[in-house]
C-alpha cells in the first residue's frame, strides 16, 4: 500500500511539474509563434495578393475572441491566411502582412479587414488586430503611437502614406469608427486597451500615394 501511495503521490507530482511548465512556456510559446507567422507573411507576393483579393473573408464581429494558444497553433497549422497586403508603423516598430476579414487565423496573423470591400486609398480603409502582453507583437505597438506619425499600407503596387491625426479610447460598441467619411481617404486602426474593457482607435488621413519599388517599400522592412 506505501508503494502504492509514493506512486500515486509521484504521478501526481510529475502532473503538478508538467501543468506548471505548461503555463510558463504557454505564453511565450504563443508569442513566438505569432512573430513568426507575422514574419512569414511578409514575404507575399502581387500575385498572391491579387488572388486573396477575390477571397471572401470572415466580417462577423460577434466572433472574435481574445486569443490563445490553441487559436494560434491551428492559425499556425492551417497557415491559410488571406494576405491582401503590408501595414507599418515605423516610429513604433510595428510591421504588419493586412489579412483579409477577422477569422482566427487572419488576426493571428496581422491586421484583419473590418469590411469586404474595403479599397486603399479609398474611402476609411478599416483594421484590427490583437493587443498582446508582448508590447511588440501584432497591434499592441498602436498604444505608443503619437499624433503626427506616419502609418503606411500597401498592396505591392502602390504604398500609401496617412498621417495620424487622432486617437482615443473608445467603448466597444464604437463601430461608427468603420464607417466611411464622404470625400475622405482615411484608415482607422482599432485593439484592446484596458485589458479588453475598451478599445484603442488611430485614425490617419492620406496625405500621399506613390508606386510599390524597392525605395518606397523599405518601410516595410523591419
Same mark, same amino acid.
Given at each position: 500500500?506505501?508503494?502504492?501511495?509514493?506512486?500515486?503521490?509521484?504521478?501526481?507530482?510529475?502532473?503538478?511539474?508538467?501543468?506548471?511548465?505548461?503555463?510558463?512556456?504557454?505564453?511565450?510559446?504563443?508569442?513566438?509563434?505569432?512573430?513568426?507567422?507575422?514574419?512569414?507573411?511578409?514575404?507575399?507576393?502581387?500575385?498572391?495578393?491579387?488572388?486573396?483579393?477575390?477571397?471572401?473573408?470572415?466580417?462577423?464581429?460577434?466572433?472574435?475572441?481574445?486569443?490563445?494558444?490553441?487559436?494560434?497553433?491551428? @492559425?499556425? =497549422?492551417?497557415?491559410?491566411?488571406?494576405?491582401? #497586403?503590408?501595414?507599418?508603423?515605423? %516610429? /513604433?516598430?510595428? $510591421? !504588419?502582412?493586412?489579412?483579409?476579414?477577422?477569422?482566427?487565423?487572419?488576426?493571428?496573423?496581422?491586421?484583419?479587414?473590418?469590411?469586404?470591400?474595403?479599397?486603399?486609398?479609398?474611402?476609411?480603409?478599416?483594421?484590427?488586430?490583437?493587443?498582446?502582453?508582448?508590447?511588440?507583437?501584432?497591434?499592441?505597438?498602436?498604444?505608443?503611437?503619437?499624433?503626427?506619425?506616419?502609418?503606411?499600407?500597401?498592396?505591392?503596387?502602390?504604398?500609401?502614406?496617412?498621417?495620424?491625426?487622432?486617437?482615443?479610447?473608445?467603448?466597444?460598441?464604437?463601430?461608427?469608427?468603420?464607417?466611411?467619411?464622404?470625400?475622405? @481617404?482615411? =484608415?482607422?486602426?482599432?485593439?484592446?486597451?484596458? #485589458?479588453?474593457?475598451?478599445?484603442? %482607435? /488611430?485614425?490617419? $488621413? !492620406?496625405?500621399?500615394?506613390?508606386?510599390?519599388?524597392?525605395?518606397?517599400?523599405?518601410?516595410?522592412?523591419?
Amino acid at each position: 500500500m506505501k508503494k502504492a501511495g509514493r506512486l500515486v503521490l509521484r504521478i501526481f507530482l510529475g502532473l503538478v511539474f508538467a501543468i506548471g511548465l505548461v503555463l510558463i512556456f504557454n505564453e511565450p510559446i504563443k508569442n513566438w509563434l505569432v512573430s513568426t507567422m507575422s514574419e512569414r507573411q511578409m514575404n507575399v507576393s502581387r500575385q498572391q495578393i491579387q488572388q486573396n483579393e477575390l477571397a471572401k473573408g470572415e466580417f462577423d464581429f460577434s466572433k472574435v475572441k481574445s486569443i490563445n494558444t490553441q487559436q494560434v497553433v491551428q @492559425a499556425a =497549422v492551417k497557415s491559410d491566411a488571406s494576405v491582401i #497586403g503590408k501595414l507599418a508603423i515605423p %516610429a /513604433v516598430g510595428m $510591421h !504588419l502582412p493586412i489579412v483579409k476579414g477577422l477569422s482566427d487565423t487572419a488576426l493571428s496573423t496581422g491586421g484583419g479587414t473590418m469590411k469586404p470591400d474595403q479599397v486603399m486609398g479609398q474611402g476609411n480603409y478599416a483594421l484590427a488586430g490583437h493587443y498582446m502582453t508582448n508590447k511588440g507583437i501584432l497591434f499592441s505597438p498602436l498604444e505608443s503611437t503619437q499624433l503626427g506619425q506616419r502609418i503606411y499600407l500597401t498592396d505591392l503596387e502602390h504604398v500609401y502614406t496617412y498621417e495620424i491625426t487622432w486617437k482615443k479610447i473608445v467603448d466597444p460598441t464604437a463601430v461608427y469608427l468603420i464607417n466611411d467619411v464622404a470625400g475622405t @481617404a482615411m =484608415v482607422t486602426l482599432i485593439t484592446c486597451a484596458d #485589458g479588453g474593457v475598451n478599445r484603442w %482607435a /488611430v485614425r490617419g $488621413h !492620406l496625405i500621399n500615394t506613390t508606386v510599390a519599388n524597392k525605395q518606397t517599400l523599405a518601410v516595410f522592412a523591419p
